[in-house]
């Protein structure tokens, strides 16, 4: 099998208010009152047309900040 990279552009970003991944919540549910942003870069907008219609939107996103990963876990509960 090829494992060649597959480079990718990012459309936007998504901000926190957490600047520490200590700090955030396991699940969103758990902190209701706290919001994000996604920014969609300006050449992209035009992406978003119609987007008020549907419910849920799925954001594919690139944890270019972290330090480690496992590819081996155990469940939190």
């Known amino acids: ?9 990012p459309i936007g970003v998504i901000h926190s208010p957490y600047t520490d ?3 955030a919540p396991m699940q ?4 209701p009152e ?3 942003m996604v ?3 300006p050449e ?5 047309m119609d987007i008020d219609g549907f ?6 996103y ?4 972290a330090e480690h990963y496992s590819l081996i876990t155990t469940p939190y509960l």
Not at 28 to 31: A, I, L, M
Not at 44 to 48: C, F, M, P, Q
């Open 21 to 23: 991944a200590g700090d």
């Open 44 to 48: 992209y907008e035009d992406g978003l």
């Open 1 to 9: 099998m090829d494992k060649a990279a597959i480079p990718f552009k």
């Open 34 to 36: 706290v919001g994000g």
């Open 62 to 65: 690139y944890f270019h900040k």
């Open 39 to 41: 920014e969609v870069f």
């Open 55 to 60: 419910s849920h939107l799925i954001l594919i």
């Open 28 to 31: 969103g549910v758990f902190k």
